[in-house]
């Protein structure tokens, strides 16, 4: 059925003003980083970036995000595929209860659990290191991770692992053999959604490490806007570094994103 003149006048209005929406702040964000600087140190366009690199040390903040982001992505996708699996393929007694428990990991905030978190994690000897970063980003990125390939591996075909299984292959095999290779836009998807998570994460850095060597990007532009600059295009500058990589990865994994989005990895 064709839509009506008025709803399509109506729904591209509506979608110009989230559109606006959207886009206004980074739109703002990016003309304030290339105008002139009104710190007073007489830069300009790219040079602005290239001061607030200098000044905010965005060089060792990007390299501890791209550290632990690389390395949560890494391991949270290999255990949800693992936890999906058997989530997805198998019955034993208790994955109910298992499965809910998983679940209160996406349901819980993390302003619910960092003040608790930081105190195991001392009782230990883990705070202000990498691991104090990484491993509550693993726990949490896991959680919905094996949500979602649970989903997937129960809505896979059954004729592929019946015949994977009469060819003689064991659950290992039938995995990474049969059911992983058709699962590359839910995986991309998953990637790009724990990439973002982590990368963006601000509360647990702010409270785990206290060294600046360990400072991820977010953090480090949260003391750059205070403790190196008070102008507003130099941090601008900070924030367009920060939020590059993110976009690049999406830009670079866009179309596998989408079509996983679009093919519903929850198929439930």
Request: aromatic letters at 14%; a positive charge; glycine letters at 10%.
């Amino acid at each position: 059925m064709r839509a009506s003149l008025t709803e399509r006048v109506g729904n591209y209005l509506l979608l110009t003003v989230f559109g606006l929406f959207a886009l206004g702040p980074i739109v703002t964000i990016l003309v304030a980083a290339f105008g002139p600087d009104d710190g007073g140190s007489g830069s300009s366009g790219f040079g602005n970036f290239g001061k607030a690199w200098e000044i905010g040390h965005f060089g060792s903040y990007l390299r501890t995000s791209v550290l632990v982001s690389v390395s949560v992505v890494v391991v949270s996708v290999l255990l949800s595929v693992l936890s999906g699996y058997a989530f997805g393929t198998m019955r034993f007694r208790g994955a109910g209860v298992l499965f809910y428990l998983f679940l209160l990991g996406i349901m819980m905030p993390t302003e619910a659990i960092i003040v608790p978190l930081y105190f195991d994690l001392r009782s230990l000897g883990l705070t202000d290191t990498f691991w104090a970063i990484a491993l509550p980003q693993v726990a949490q990125s896991v959680a919905f991770g094996t949500f979602w390939m649970r989903a997937y591996f129960r809505s896979s075909s059954r004729s592929l692992v019946e015949a994977a299984r009469l060819d003689g292959a064991g659950h290992w095999r039938t995995l990474w053999a049969v059911l992983v290779p058709p699962a590359r836009p839910a995986l991309v998807t998953l990637v790009v959604l724990v990439f973002m998570w982590t990368w963006n994460e601000f509360l647990i850095p702010l409270v785990m490490v206290t060294s600046e060597s360990l400072r991820t990007a977010p953090l480090g532009l949260a003391f750059f806007s205070g403790q190196y600059t008070s102008g507003f295009t130099l941090l601008a500058a900070g924030a367009v570094i920060v939020g590059t990589p993110v976009v690049l990865v999406y830009a670079f994994l866009q179309r596998h994103f989408i079509a996983g989005m679009l093919e519903g990895a929850v198929r439930e």
